[in-house]
T-cell receptor
Framework: DVKVTQSSRYLVKRTGEKVFLECVQDMDHENMFWYRQDPGLGLRLIYFSYDVKMKEKGDIPEGYSVSREKKERFSLILESASTNQTSMYLC????????FGPGTRLTVL | KQEVTQIPAALSVPEGENLVLNCSFTDSAIYNLQWFRQDPGKGLTSLLLIQSSQREQTSGRLNASLDKSSGRSTLYIAASQPGDSATYLCAVKDTGNQFYFGTGTSLTVIP
């Protein structure tokens, strides 16, 4: 079975802090994705990566950056967290079918 | 840009009823369509994937159909159970690497 893990289920940070969210997959998938999910807005793509060191902006990249140094690991970075980045963050990987991690609920105070 | 719509936003049915969830998309040039289930506070679990060349897929009590030319997919759930209560999302994959999600249908099955 494909396994996608995320570093934290719940995270509380303060405004202005730098935040790292990590995602690891164990199926050698080329493609990895970061989404945020907010009530009424559905899933919105932040960034995706189709190979090591490659990244593409999604619909809402502002305030975020990503890093993919190894194929199995895709990190989302909030350079200076703000309250409007309070959300559920979901990581996924795919070759054809998309597999999701359990999500990280981030609260920025 | 691809837009995906799911109607209704919420649905409540008595246990044992058969039901249909709807998904529509604006651009028929898709690679595949996937149905997911999401339980509260959890990630998404893949239910069914239909390739663009296929018309339907079945898994147990679930059947998903795809009509690419009209931009529609349906998820049929037979003999619903309280354990089916969740939010159901559809996502279409374009010919690149992007997936586009609907906002989901929240299903409640009443015992």
């Amino acid at each position: 079975d494909v396994k996608v893990t995320q570093s934290s289920r719940y995270l509380v940070k303060r405004t202005g802090e730098k935040v790292f969210l990590e995602c690891v997959q164990d199926m050698d998938h080329e493609n990895m994705f970061w989404y945020r999910q907010d009530p009424g807005l559905g899933l919105r793509l932040i960034y995706f990566s189709y190979d090591v060191k490659m990244k593409e902006k999604g619909d809402i990249p502002e305030g975020y950056s990503v890093s993919r140094e190894k194929k199995e690991r895709f990190s989302l970075i909030l350079e200076s967290a703000s309250t409007n980045q309070t959300s559920m963050y979901l990581c996924a990987s795919s070759r054809v079918t998309q597999y999701f991690g359990p999500g990280t609920r981030l609260t920025v105070l | 840009k691809q837009e995906v719509t799911q109607i209704p936003a919420a649905l409540s049915v008595p246990e044992g009823e058969n039901l249909v969830l709807n998904c529509s998309f604006t651009d028929s040039a898709i690679y595949n369509l996937q149905w997911f289930r999401q339980d509260p506070g959890k990630g998404l679990t893949s239910l069914l994937l239909i390739q663009s060349s296929q018309r339907e897929q079945t898994s147990g009590r679930l059947n998903a159909s795809l009509d690419k030319s009209s931009g529609r997919s349906t998820l049929y759930i037979a003999a619903s159970q309280p354990g089916d209560s969740a939010t159901y999302l559809c996502a279409v994959k374009d010919t690149g690497n992007q997936f586009y999600f609907g906002t989901g249908t929240s299903l409640t099955v009443i015992p």
